[in-house]
């Protein structure tokens, strides 16, 4: 299975834009890239997902490298509600699964 | 309102004592997940299930075990053969497991803990 690296952690002050990265150099043709989010003590939630082609929803953008071996979760305006742990997840289909790495663990100072 | 319900939020469990963790979904998924999360650390798969009455075995099913008899429910039991059970235990759900987008929600967890 495809795996992916993402930093542990990251700080980034309120109302700035966020950059999050993550690594999938072993990526496959047919795999997704999935983005979810934790807040504490909460299950995930879904943030957002991508192919090929950069993706842009309510909640951030997805910028996806032109070999699909990285990738990058975009919040455009970090409030401080956005401190959770996020985590980049390849999905391969058929396979009926998403593995989950650690995270990076968004820290939003005021 | 739509969503995923876990119940309960905190469950206590004694050495030797089976216990069940309710998931129940009134999203009108086909397939519904279970899967356990330790301090820091990412999910695991326990068990999964894309239709009513058949479901997987996951990464980590051993000491566990499941059914789905109606499509909105999916109970896990966690056995006295799960040596170490404290964790996080989140339920989620999707439609069909096998769609193109495998956007997963999940519920609230239940936290276990051993006394």
């Known amino acids: 299975d495809a795996k992916t690296t993402q930093p542990n952690s990251m700080e980034s002050n309120e109302e700035e834009p966020v950059h999050l990265p993550c690594n999938h150099s072993?990526?496959?043709?047919?795999?997704?890239i999935h983005w979810y989010r934790q807040l504490p003590s909460q299950g995930p939630e879904y943030v957002i997902h991508?192919?090929?082609?950069?993706v842009n929803n309510r909640m951030a953008s997805l910028a996806i490298a032109e070999d699909r071996k990285s990738s990058t979760l975009i919040l455009h305006r970090a409030t401080l509600r956005d401190a959770a742990v996020y985590y980049c997840i390849l999905r391969d289909v058929p396979v009926y699964q998403l593995i989950w790495g650690a995270g990076t663990k968004l820290i939003i100072k005021p | 309102d739509g969503g995923i319900t876990q119940s309960p939020k905190y469950l206590f469990r004694k050495e030797g004592q089976n216990v069940t963790l309710s998931c129940e979904q009134n999203?009108?998924?086909?397939?519904m997940y279970w899967y356990r999360q330790d301090p820091g650390q990412g999910l695991r798969l326990i068990y999964y299930?894309?239709?009513?009455?058949?479901?997987q075995k996951g990464d980590i099913a051993e000491g566990y075990s499941v059914s789905r008899e109606k499509k909105e429910s999916f109970p896990l039991t966690v056995t006295s053969a799960q040596k170490n059970p404290t964790a996080f235990y989140l339920c989620?759900?999707?439609?069909?497991?096998?769609?193109?987008?495998?956007?997963?929600?999940f519920g609230p967890g239940t936290r276990l803990l051993v006394l």
């Open positions: 989620a759900s999707s439609t069909h497991s096998g769609s193109m987008t495998g956007t997963q929600y």
């Open positions: 999203l009108n998924h086909d397939a």
């Open positions: 991508g192919l090929t082609s950069n």
């Open positions: 299930s894309q239709i009513v009455n058949d479901f």
């Open positions: 072993t990526i496959s043709g047919t795999d997704y």
